[in-house]
C-alpha cells in the first residue's frame, strides 16, 4: 500500500468511520513502535495497521532519544512515554525517562521533556490509574522510582525510588533486576517483577498518589526461574508471571486485600522435547479472558493456552513460528483480532490473525523490516478517528 498524505489519510479514515457500527473497532490503527537505537537516530515509529490485512504502513518516525524500548501509552491518548534504556545519563549510574505529547490528528509525537531514571537500563515504564505518576523498573539498577506526571504530560523529577536487595541461583540473578512494574487492578499496589531475585515485589500507594517505601515479597517463583512481566485478567482475580530463564508461564490468584498471588499451576512456554536455548519475554490476556500468549526467544515462537474460567489452569492450544528471530514484546489490537510481534534480531515485525472462538494464531504474510524492534503499542484507533 502506498503512503498517503495525512489529509487524504484522515478524509479516508473519516469516511470509512461512518459506515463502522457501535459494536465494531475501527479497522484502521496507530501502532507506535520502540526500538533499540543510537542517540541521533530515529528510535520511535509510527505505523497505520490495516486489521483485516494485518499489514503495517510506516507514517511516521521519530528521534526519541537512545534506546526508548518501552513505551506506555496515557488512556486519553495525549501523552506517550518512553524508558531510554541507557546505563549512564548525564554522568549519572542511570538511564532515562521522556515524555511526547500526540498530535491528536496526524499521531505525530513532539518532545516534551527527560528525567534521569535513577537507575541503569531503564526497562519497563507504565502508569497509575489516574495517570498522576508514571513507574519505571530499573533492570541493571535493580530498582523502581516513580516520576509525578504535570498537567501538560511533562514527567516532574523522580519522587519516589527504592533499590531490591538479593540475588537468585542463576548468572543472570548476581544482582536484582527489576523488569515489570504495574499497578494493580484495585489500584491499592503497585508490583513490581525482580528476575534477578524470583520475586514479585508489592508497593502501597500513599493518600497523595505516590508509592511509598512498604516494599514486601508478594509472590515467590521457583528459584532460578527468572520472573520477568507480569499481567492481570480481566476479571482481576486472576494473574500471568513469566518466567524467562526457565522458560516457564504461572498461573496466579490475586488477594487485592493483601497484595499477595497463590500459584495455581506453573507450565513450560516450549514444546516437549525441545532442547536449545529459549528465554521468555512477554505475556498478554486476550481481552475476553479466555487465553494467555507468551513468547520464546531462542525457540522463536508464540505460545498460546486456553484458561479454565472457574479454576485458572493452563491448556496448550498452540506453538507457532513468529517468522523472526528473537521476538521481545507483542501487543493484541483493542479487538482481539490482530496480534503483532516485535522481533529484535531479525529486524522485522510480523503479524497474525487470531482466531477469537480457539485462540489460535495464523500468520498474515506480512512481515515490516525494522531496525531492532522491540515494544509495540496500538492505540485503539488511528488518529483523526472521532470518538464513539
Same mark, same amino acid.
Given at each position: 500500500?502506498?503512503?498517503?498524505?495525512?489529509? +487524504?489519510?484522515?478524509?479516508?479514515?473519516?469516511?470509512?468511520?461512518?459506515?463502522?457500527?457501535?459494536?465494531?473497532?475501527?479497522?484502521?490503527?496507530?501502532?507506535?513502535?520502540?526500538?533499540?537505537?543510537?542517540?541521533?537516530?530515529?528510535? =520511535?515509529?509510527?505505523?497505520?495497521?490495516?486489521?483485516?490485512?494485518?499489514?503495517?504502513?510506516?507514517?511516521?518516525?521519530?528521534?526519541?532519544?537512545?534506546?526508548?524500548?518501552?513505551?506506555?501509552?496515557?488512556?486519553?491518548?495525549?501523552?506517550?512515554?518512553?524508558?531510554?534504556? #541507557?546505563?549512564?545519563? !548525564?554522568?549519572?549510574?542511570?538511564?532515562?525517562?521522556?515524555?511526547?505529547?500526540?498530535?491528536?490528528?496526524?499521531?505525530?509525537?513532539?518532545?516534551?521533556?527527560?528525567?534521569?531514571?535513577?537507575?541503569?537500563?531503564?526497562?519497563?515504564?507504565?502508569?497509575?490509574?489516574?495517570?498522576?505518576?508514571?513507574?519505571?523498573?530499573?533492570?541493571?539498577?535493580?530498582?523502581?522510582?516513580?516520576?509525578? =506526571?504535570?498537567?501538560?504530560?511533562?514527567?516532574?523529577? *523522580?519522587?519516589?525510588?527504592?533499590?531490591?536487595?538479593?540475588?537468585?541461583?542463576?548468572?543472570?540473578?548476581?544482582?536484582?533486576?527489576?523488569?515489570?512494574? =504495574?499497578?494493580?487492578?484495585?489500584?491499592?499496589?503497585?508490583?513490581?517483577?525482580?528476575?534477578?531475585?524470583?520475586?514479585?515485589?508489592?508497593? !502501597?500507594?500513599?493518600?497523595?498518589?505516590?508509592?511509598?517505601? #512498604?516494599?514486601?515479597?508478594?509472590f515467590k517463583v521457583q528459584p532460578g526461574a527468572?520472573?520477568?512481566?507480569?499481567?492481570?485478567?480481566?476479571?482481576?482475580?486472576?494473574?500471568?508471571?513469566?518466567?524467562?530463564?526457565?522458560?516457564?508461564?504461572?498461573?496466579?490468584?490475586?488477594d487485592a486485600v493483601t497484595g499477595t498471588f497463590?500459584?495455581?499451576? #506453573?507450565?513450560?512456554?516450549?514444546?516437549?522435547?525441545?532442547?536449545?536455548?529459549?528465554?521468555?519475554?512477554?505475556?498478554?490476556?486476550?481481552?475476553?479472558?479466555?487465553?494467555?500468549?507468551?513468547?520464546?526467544?531462542?525457540?522463536?515462537?508464540?505460545?498460546?493456552?486456553?484458561?479454565? *474460567?472457574?479454576?485458572?489452569?493452563?491448556?496448550?492450544?498452540?506453538?507457532?513460528?513468529?517468522?523472526?528471530?528473537?521476538?521481545?514484546?507483542?501487543?493484541?489490537?483493542?479487538?482481539?483480532?490482530?496480534?503483532?510481534?516485535?522481533?529484535?534480531?531479525?529486524?522485522? =515485525?510480523?503479524?497474525?490473525?487470531?482466531?477469537?472462538?480457539?485462540?489460535? +494464531?495464523?500468520?498474515?504474510?506480512?512481515?515490516?523490516?525494522?531496525?531492532?524492534?522491540?515494544?509495540?503499542?496500538?492505540?485503539?484507533?488511528?488518529?483523526?478517528?472521532?470518538?464513539?
Open positions: 500500500m502506498k503512503f498517503l498524505s495525512a489529509s +487524504l489519510l484522515l478524509t479516508i479514515t473519516l469516511a470509512a468511520c461512518t459506515t463502522v457500527k457501535p459494536s465494531q473497532t475501527p479497522k484502521e490503527m496507530m501502532v507506535y513502535v520502540g526500538t533499540y537505537a543510537k542517540p541521533d537516530a530515529e528510535s =520511535i515509529f509510527g505505523y497505520r495497521l490495516n486489521e483485516e490485512t494485518g499489514e503495517l504502513t510506516q507514517v511516521l518516525a521519530v528521534k526519541g532519544g537512545e534506546n526508548p524500548s518501552f513505551l506506555a501509552l496515557a488512556a486519553d491518548r495525549k501523552n506517550l512515554y518512553a524508558v531510554n534504556e #541507557t546505563t549512564e545519563y !548525564q554522568g549519572q549510574k542511570s538511564g532515562a525517562v521522556s515524555a511526547f505529547a500526540i498530535d491528536p490528528k496526524t499521531g505525530g509525537l513532539s518532545f516534551l521533556n527527560k528525567q534521569p531514571s535513577l537507575g541503569g537500563a531503564p526497562c519497563y515504564i507504565s502508569l497509575d490509574p489516574q495517570h498522576k505518576v508514571a513507574m519505571v523498573a530499573n533492570y541493571v539498577g535493580g530498582n523502581v522510582a516513580a516520576f509525578p =506526571i504535570e498537567s501538560d504530560g511533562r514527567l516532574g523529577a *523522580a519522587s519516589f525510588t527504592e533499590q531490591h536487595t538479593g540475588q537468585g541461583p542463576k548468572k543472570q540473578q548476581n544482582a536484582p533486576h527489576a523488569h515489570c512494574i =504495574i499497578p494493580d487492578p484495585s489500584h491499592e499496589f503497585a508490583l513490581a517483577v525482580d528476575l534477578g531475585i524470583d520475586q514479585i515485589v508489592r508497593y !502501597q500507594w500513599g493518600p497523595e498518589g505516590n508509592l511509598t517505601k #512498604t516494599a514486601q515479597p508478594a527468572g520472573p520477568r512481566h507480569l499481567t492481570f485478567h480481566p476479571n482481576r482475580r486472576f494473574a500471568y508471571v513469566i518466567n524467562e530463564l526457565n522458560s516457564t508461564l504461572s498461573a496466579l490468584t490475586y497463590t500459584e495455581v499451576e #506453573t507450565v513450560s512456554t516450549l514444546p516437549a522435547g525441545f532442547s536449545g536455548e529459549s528465554f521468555c519475554a512477554d505475556v498478554h490476556v486476550s481481552a475476553d479472558g479466555r487465553f494467555v500468549y507468551g513468547s520464546n526467544r531462542g525457540h522463536n515462537s508464540l505460545v498460546v493456552f486456553a484458561i479454565d *474460567a472457574k479454576t485458572n489452569k493452563l491448556t496448550l492450544v498452540q506453538h507457532i513460528s513468529v517468522e523472526g528471530n528473537w521476538p521481545r514484546n507483542f501487543a493484541l489490537s483493542p479487538s482481539g483480532k490482530t496480534l503483532l510481534v516485535a522481533n529484535q534480531r531479525s529486524n522485522n =515485525i510480523t503479524s497474525y490473525k487470531v482466531d477469537t472462538a480457539t485462540g489460535k +494464531l495464523t500468520y498474515t504474510g506480512h512481515s515490516t523490516n525494522l531496525p531492532s524492534p522491540v515494544f509495540l503499542q496500538v492505540l485503539p484507533a488511528f488518529p483523526g478517528t472521532p470518538r464513539k
